[in-house]
C-alpha cells in the first residue's frame, strides 16, 4: 500500500512539475520578446471565447443560482467562518510563497496565523489571529513568478492570456503559478498520502470557494457585464489590470490598500 502511495504521489508531483515547466517556458518565451504590455495579448482568443462561453453557461445553470442561495440563506456570521475556513487551509501555500519573495518574517507571521486559527480557532472557523494583532496577508506562486521576471518585463506581460475551464480568467504566468501552488499544498498533498480519494476533500473544498468568492463578486461581476459593450474583453482586461497592480507592489514592496478585497473582484467561475 505504501509504495502504491509512493508511486501515486511521485506521478502526480511529475505531472505537476513537467506542465508548470512548460507553461513556465512560455512564460519566458513571449517576455523575452516583449517587455511592454499596450494590450493583452491573446492569441487563442477563439478557443478562449469558448470556453468563456460554457464557463458562463456553467454559470448561470448551477453556480450563480447557488451563491445567490448561499448569500441570501446563510447567516453573515456562517458565511464568514467558512470564508476563515478557507483562508486558513490556504495560509500554508502562502507562507510558502512569501519565503520565495524574500519575506521570510511575513511568512512566519502567517505560519503563526495558521497555528493559531487551527487550534484556539477551531480549525480556522474563527479568526482569532487577526484580534491578536496577525494581520492576513494573501499570495500565490503566479504572484511569486511575476516578482521575480526578467528585469524590465511589465506586470502585465503575464504570457498570452488564458481562460480555464471551471475556473475563468488567467494568463501563461498565473497558471503556471496556480499549478505550483497546488503542487505545493499540505492539504492536497496530505490527502494523497492518506489515500483520501479526491472526491472527499478537494472537491468540497473547491465547490464551496467558488460559491463562496462567486457570491461576494456577484455585484462587481453585474456591474461589469452591465456596462461593458464586450463582457469577455472588459473581463480580461479587468483581471490582467488587478494582478499586474498585485505584482507591481511585490516588486515595489509596497502594501496595495485593501488587498485581500480588490481579489475578490474577480470571480473564480465566469
Known amino acids: 500500500m505504501i509504495a502504491s502511495v509512493s508511486k501515486s504521489m511521485t506521478a502526480g508531483v511529475r505531472r505537476s512539475v513537467v506542465a508548470a515547466a512548460v507553461a513556465a517556458t512560455l512564460v519566458g518565451g513571449c517576455a523575452s520578446g516583449d ?19 460554457i464557463n458562463r453557461t456553467i454559470d448561470m445553470i448551477a453556480v450563480r443560482p447557488l451563491a445567490v442561495m448561499y448569500r441570501d440563506g446563510v447567516p453573515e456570521p456562517a ?29 512566519a507571521t502567517t505560519m503563526a496565523r495558521f ?26 506562486a503566479g504572484q511569486t513568478i511575476g516578482m521575480w521576471a526578467a528585469k524590465g518585463v511589465e506586470p502585465e506581460n503575464g504570457g498570452f492570456y488564458l481562460v480555464l475551464p471551471l475556473t475563468g480568467p488567467s494568463n501563461a504566468r498565473d497558471a503556471t503559478g496556480l499549478m505550483i501552488d497546488y503542487a505545493i499544498d499540505p492539504f492536497q498533498i496530505l490527502p494523497i ?4 480519494d479526491w472526491i472527499y476533500y478537494s472537491a468540497p473544498r473547491y465547490a464551496l470557494t467558488v460559491v463562496d468568492y462567486r457570491s461576494r463578486t456577484m455585484f462587481a461581476l453585474d456591474d461589469l457585464e452591465k456596462n461593458s459593450v464586450d463582457y469577455y474583453a472588459a473581463l480580461r482586461s479587468a483581471y490582467t489590470q488587478n494582478r499586474a497592480e498585485l505584482i507591481r507592489a511585490k ?20
Not at 44 to 52: D, G, L, Q, S, Y
Open 35 to 53: 517587455t511592454g504590455a499596450a494590450e493583452v495579448w491573446d492569441p487563442i482568443e477563439t478557443p478562449n471565447r469558448f470556453v468563456f462561453a
Open 79 to 107: 458565511q464568514k467562518s467558512v470564508r476563515n475556513l478557507l483562508d486558513n487551509l490556504g495560509e500554508p501555500v502562502t507562507a510558502i510563497n512569501e519565503v520565495f519573495q524574500g519575506d521570510p518574517s511575513r511568512a
Open 115 to 140: 497555528l493559531v486559527n487551527s487550534t484556539l480557532g477551531v480549525a480556522g472557523l474563527f479568526d482569532v489571529a487577526t484580534m491578536l494583532g496577525m494581520k492576513r496577508t494573501k499570495t500565490d
Open 193 to 196: 498520502a492518506l489515500n483520501v
Open 251 to 270: 516588486r515595489e514592496g509596497t502594501d496595495t490598500k485593501s488587498e485581500l478585497e480588490r481579489r475578490d473582484n474577480i470571480a473564480l467561475v465566469r
